[in-house]
Structures are given as C-alpha cells and as structure tokens.
C-alpha cells in the first residue's frame, strides 16, 4: 500500500490501494485527495467522534453502469482509525 505524506488537516494520511494510481496518475491523486479533504471538512464532527485518522483508497474513480450511483462517478474510500481498525465505506465524488 503507498501512503500520502502527512496532510495539512486531521486526518493523517491517505492510503492506496492500488500503485496504478498513486505512481503513474499525480492528477488523479491530487483529485481524489481534494475530493476527500471535502468529505472530510464537511463530515469533520463526525469522522473526528468515531477515531477515524486515515483513508485507504481502493481503486480508480468509478460509476458501475450495472449499478449506476445518481450522483455520478466516485472514488470508494473506507475510513479507518489508526491502528488499523475499519471505521467506515464510504463514495468520495
């Protein structure tokens, strides 16, 4: 797994999943880390309550049209606490 450096905000850093796009997509990365900083000003409170410090990202922004989500193409994070422990699944858009 490839790891963010430490973030300018709570939470601490944001994992990948998959080295396609941590390594070969920097306009990508720097998407799906603005799309999650959103998520994570927006839901601070909350995130904050439940310990959550990390994000792991599992895979390339999406929308399955088997399954279309309405509010179009996401990123599928889960939120995890530091030691590891998974907090939550979440669509980051």
């Known amino acids: 797994m490839f790891r963010t450096p430490i973030l300018g905000y709570p939470l601490r850093a944001i ?17 799906a880390e603005t799309a999650i900083k959103k998520f994570y000003d ?8 439940r310990g959550v410090s990390e994000a792991v ?5 999406h929308n399955d049209p088997r399954n279309p ?17 998974f907090v939550t699944k979440r669509h980051v858009y």
Do not use: A, L
């Open 57 to 61: 990202v599992k895979g390339p922004k």
């Open 69 to 85: 989500d309405p509010r179009g193409e996401h990123w599928t994070v889960e939120m995890i606490k530091e030691d590891g422990e």
């Open 15 to 31: 994992r990948w999943f998959r080295e396609d796009i941590y390594k070969n997509s920097p306009e990508k990365r720097q998407e």
């Open 42 to 49: 927006v839901n601070k409170e909350s995130m904050e309550k």
